[in-house]
């Protein structure tokens, strides 16, 4: 397949699923479920006020700043449990059990522990990545085939070297792809942590709601899947940027 086909196979989904939103949006009308031509107007209207992009920049901040402590602990933690086995059965249960719980279950518990400001937001961000890092890197990690350590030492390599030059390169596609999956979860918390105390980009969506017309949450809705896909692709550069051959490892996998 050329890079043209590449191209217009998407742009034909897309433009096949406007034109049935379209004819779907006016048949079943405004209220219910706002056509396309509506969703721009309201969309418009939302960007003239300019309170839609400053919740966002706020909101986007404020999960970032959650994202960053699910990676700075789930990564190191991932690693520990593939490469230890007191690690892996001290921390494995814990680890499974967070990660099949519902973030909106943790939500009024963590309401009476935090209040209803920053760390409460960040505290339900961090719960709802970190896990998925902690499982993507510790698979990653046992995965290490042994043939590659034992070549490190065979060169006399310290644990300090092994480390950096031989388990690190290996677990960078594991990294960027927990990351990846993270991160996802991540804005998903963020929107449902807000929509609880209705503040930031989360709270707009919950009062943009309860208006008549669909056309404004449409538009909310929408800004919130580019900007997704948007931090998804950057993540994506990133891997590649620090292991070229993190594509052919994530294609394999």
């Known amino acids: 397949m050329d890079r043209a086909q590449r191209l217009l196979l998407p742009a034909s989904g897309i433009l096949v699923t406007l034109v049935a939103w379209e004819m779907v949006g006016r048949a079943m009308g405004e209220s219910l479920l706002a056509p396309p031509s509506k969703v721009l107007v309201g969309y418009v209207v939302l960007l003239r006020e300019g309170m839609m992009l400053a919740e966002l920049a706020t909101s986007l901040r404020q999960m970032f700043v959650g994202f960053g402590?699910?990676?700075?602990?789930?990564?190191?933690?991932?690693?520990?449990m593939g490469r230890s086995r007191i690690c892996d059965v001290i921390f494995h249960?814990?680890?499974?059990?967070?990660?099949?719980?519902?973030?909106?279950?943790?939500v009024p518990l963590f309401l009476l522990l935090f209040g209803s400001g920053f760390q409460f937001r960040v505290a339900i961000v961090f719960m709802a990545s970190a896990w998925y890092i902690v499982l993507t890197t510790y698979h990653g990690a046992r995965g290490i085939n042994p043939r590659f350590t034992d070549v490190g030492r065979s060169f006399a390599a310290s644990r300090f070297q092994l480390f950096c030059k031989v388990l690190l390169p290996a677990l960078y596609?594991?990294?960027?792809?927990?990351?990846?999956?993270?991160?996802?979860?991540?804005?998903?918390?963020?929107?449902?942590?807000?929509?609880?105390?209705?503040?930031g980009y989360g709270g707009l969506i919950h009062k943009t709601g309860l208006?008549?017309?669909?056309?404004?949450?449409?538009?909310?809705?929408?800004?919130?899947?580019?900007?997704?896909?948007?931090?998804?692709w950057i993540l994506r550069l990133v891997g590649r940027w620090l292991a070229p051959w993190y594509e052919e490892r994530t294609a394999l996998a």
């Open 173 to 199: 596609p594991y990294l960027v792809t927990g990351a990846r999956i993270s991160l996802v979860h991540a804005i998903r918390a963020m929107v449902v942590a807000e929509m609880y105390v209705i503040v």
């Open 93 to 106: 249960p814990w680890v499974s059990m967070f990660v099949v719980i519902s973030v909106a279950a943790l």
């Open 211 to 232: 208006l008549v017309s669909t056309a404004p949450l449409l538009g909310l809705l929408l800004t919130l899947m580019v900007v997704s896909i948007l931090a998804n």
């Open 69 to 80: 402590l699910a990676c700075a602990i789930g990564m190191p933690l991932g690693v520990a």
